[in-house]
């Protein structure tokens, strides 16, 4: 039976590097990126499998028109879905938010945020034919914590976490899992960026920035094995979660499924004054 995998922002970085683990563990799959020139340019090294299919589809996600029309033809070419692998991102404008543009800021809360919303919602419905799908979007630095300079970026990862949260309680009875993926600092395009804003992204963005271009970063292949992971049967009752690819050791979750499904672990939640024995905060 064909399992389809999408993933969008597919053609370079950790979408393709996604796009390439999923087609080796036998996933077909529909493979969003903006010029279908730089998607030929990832599946040519693929290796053949007559089994499988990959369909690639081009879509500005900086436009809600071409979203709506992505979300048509995947209807269109597709029976159902397993996964939505929700990868696409920008980083958006850098340095103190009273010096950027809204209009940048706007634009990257549309890539971000606003995008995976509408894709999870038009391909829901194909995600349910599939029986126990899985929606993983990836999150990034400033999800969990403020981030100073990246204020577009931080603003909107933090609200694709609560909106997995939201809808993952809605779709539990449905059969389809929603998880957040925080796959770390990795040796990508963004990273560059950072170091061609011209200090606008501080001191401390940029010196993490050198070293990890120095020093390769984060593993791709970790957070893959962890996507892959969170799209198996194996993390049938984990939903509603924000996962590091990196810290947590989420490959011996399945021992204790029953504890983690019924905990508010690996969720964003207010901290208060008890939580940090400041017993005179609370009533």
Same mark, same amino acid.
């Given at each position: 039976?064909t /399992? ?10 950790? =979408? ?14 529909v !493979? ?5 020139? @730089? ?16 369909i690639? *589809?081009?879509?500005? *996600?900086c ?9 048509k033809?995947?209807q269109r !070419?597709?029976?159902d879905?397993?996964?939505? %692998?929700?990868?696409a ?5 850098i =340095? ?14 549309q %890539?971000?945020?606003?995008?995976? %919303?509408? *894709?999870?919602?038009?391909l ?7 029986g ?5 979007n990836l999150?990034?630095g ?18 694709? +976490?609560?909106?997995? #949260?939201?809808?993952?309680e ?7 899992? +929603? ?7 990795? /040796?990508?395009?963004m990273l #560059?960026e950072v ?6 992204? =501080? ?7 050198? /070293?990890?271009?120095d020093?390769? =970063?984060?593993?791709?292949?970790? +957070?893959?094995d ?18 590091s690819?990196?810290? @947590?050791?989420?490959?011996q979750?399945?021992?204790?499924? #029953? ?7 690996y969720?964003?939640r207010?901290?208060i ?6 017993h005179?905060?609370?009533?």
């Amino acid at each position: 039976m064909t /399992k389809f995998a999408l993933i969008t922002g597919a053609s370079k970085g950790l =979408g393709a590097h996604l796009v390439r683990r999923f087609w080796l563990s036998g996933y077909s799959l529909v !493979v969003v990126a903006r010029k279908i020139r @730089d998607i030929q340019l990832i599946l040519k090294d693929l290796p053949n499998r007559s089994s499988q299919k990959v369909i690639p *589809l081009t879509c500005n *996600l900086c436009e809600s028109s071409e979203i709506t029309s992505l979300i048509k033809d995947i209807q269109r !070419v597709i029976p159902d879905l397993k996964v939505l %692998v929700n990868n696409a991102a920008i980083q958006g404008p850098i =340095g103190p938010f009273t010096d950027i543009s809204l209009q940048d800021w706007y634009q990257t809360l549309q %890539v971000n945020l606003f995008a995976p %919303v509408a *894709l999870s919602q038009g391909l829901i419905p194909l995600l349910k034919k599939s029986g126990g799908a899985s929606i993983i979007n990836l999150s990034g630095g400033g999800a969990a914590s403020p981030r100073a300079n990246f204020s577009a970026y931080a603003t909107a990862k933090a609200g694709l +976490v609560r909106f997995s #949260e939201t809808i993952a309680e809605e779709l539990r009875d449905q059969d389809i899992r +929603v998880n957040c993926i925080a796959p770390g600092a990795m /040796k990508t395009g963004m990273l #560059e960026e950072v170091l061609r804003s011209g200090g606008a992204a =501080g001191i401390h963005e940029t010196s993490m920035a050198i /070293k990890v271009l120095d020093g390769g =970063g984060a593993s791709m292949d970790r +957070v893959a094995d962890l996507a892959l992971f969170l799209a198996s049967d194996s993390s049938k009752r984990i939903t509603g979660k924000l996962i590091s690819a990196i810290w @947590d050791n989420w490959e011996q979750w399945h021992q204790d499924l #029953e504890y983690l499904s019924q905990s508010d672990v690996y969720t964003l939640r207010r901290i208060i004054g008890r939580d940090r024995d400041f017993h005179w905060g609370d009533k």
